[in-house]
């Protein structure tokens, strides 16, 4: 469906804002009023965006900054989530939206989880026809990572013209009955849980 990326992208800045303050972390936005909506699901970009924020707050000090910018560039919106926390060494950078991969791996690492909220990150938003990066001057430097998506097109240009991926998904739905399944979902992280929880009780 048509979604305005900025009641999306306030919505997941609400839902973070106790661990922000928590940490005493500067949250703050610039979001560009007329950037026009996307084509998608609401959750899952929520979900993007949740994602996006945990990350920059889980690895930016106290009393550090996170910054949210969303801009149109060309024929895209692009979503920037901007810190000035630990960052990521170039030889880690490649690997940063890899399922299980971990920058600190050992056992004794400050940070808790499973390596799997920038995998989803990527996956998401591939789903959605755009794009995910990631850039860092090097550790303690921060980093940013930017999320482009494709803008709605013109409807009544080509009121037919629908991307394959979305044609696919809609005649899948129409035969996916999931009354009654039950889904146990494990996380080590509370916060993880309940925004999993909250996903497939939608």
Do not use: C
């Not at 005493?24 to 950037?35: E, N, R």
């Not at 910018?69 to 950078?93: K, T």
């Not at 499973?114 to 990066?133: D, Q, R, Y």
């Not at 240009?157 to 809609?170: F, G, I, K, L």
């Amino acid at each position: 469906q048509r979604v305005d990326l900025i009641s999306v992208i306030n919505s997941a800045i609400e839902s973070v804002k106790p661990t922000a303050k928590a940490k005493q972390i500067h949250l703050t936005s610039v979001l560009d009023p007329l950037a026009g909506p996307v084509s998608g699901d609401p959750a899952r970009l929520q979900q993007i965006l949740w994602n996006l924020l945990t990350n920059a707050l889980k690895f930016t000090q106290k009393e550090g900054r996170v910054h949210v910018v969303l801009e149109r560039v060309n024929s895209q919106l692009e979503i920037s989530v901007h810190d000035n926390g630990r960052g990521i060494a170039p030889d880690f950078l490649p690997y940063v939206f890899h399922r299980f991969r971990q920058a600190d791996a050992s056992t004794t690492r400050e940070q808790r989880g499973l390596g799997l909220g920038l995998a989803i990150v990527k996956n998401l938003t591939e789903l959605h026809g755009g794009s995910v990066s990631a850039k860092s001057p090097g550790p303690n430097k921060g980093s940013t990572f930017i999320v482009a998506l494709p803008m709605v097109m013109n409807v009544e240009a080509d009121p037919n013209r629908r991307h394959p991926r979305m044609v696919s998904q809609e005649l899948f739905a129409e035969t996916l009955h999931l009354d009654g399944v039950r889904v146990l979902a494990v996380d080590d992280e509370a916060d993880a849980r309940h925004l999993i929880k909250r996903i497939l009780s939608g």
